[in-house]
């Protein structure tokens, strides 16, 4: 069983960064694919990326160079630092767990935190 509670989310003006926390339990975090997800209103639940046991990652196309994802398996946690943000990116954002490879299609994953709110103002 993991847990998974996001943080970090905000308002933030276009252009600006802001960086998304999730602290897993568990002590097999590290045997787990990381991933983020983001959910806009009246849309579906979006793969953003996702990090490997090792740190290998995958992102979507739509924040390539934009987003960084990374993990501290140390201190069960998954970073994603977003940088010039834009308003299309304002969502829920989630993170998810599941023990295979990266995938993008949300149904495959596991294990679920509650969201954290991203706005971005133009």
């Known amino acids: 069983q993991v847990q998974l509670v996001e943080s970090g989310g905000g308002l933030v003006q276009a252009g600006g960064s802001l960086t998304l926390s999730c602290a897993a339990s568990?002590?097999?975090?590290?045997?787990?694919?990381m991933a983020w997800f983001r959910q806009a209103p009246g849309k579906e639940r979006e793969f953003v990326g996702g990090?490997?046991?090792?740190?290998?990652?995958t992102y979507a196309d739509s924040v390539r160079g934009r987003f960084t994802i990374a993990r501290e398996n140390a201190n069960n946690t998954v970073y994603l630092q977003m940088n010039s943000l834009k308003p299309e990116d304002t969502a829920v954002y989630l993170c998810?767990?599941?023990?295979?490879?990266?995938?993008?299609?949300?149904?495959?994953?596991?294990?679920w935190g509650q969201g954290t709110q991203v706005t971005v103002s133009s």
């Open positions: 990090i490997t046991w090792s740190g290998g990652t």
């Open positions: 998810a767990a599941r023990r295979a490879l990266i995938n993008t299609s949300p149904r495959l994953y596991d294990y």
């Open positions: 568990g002590r097999t975090f590290s045997s787990y694919v």
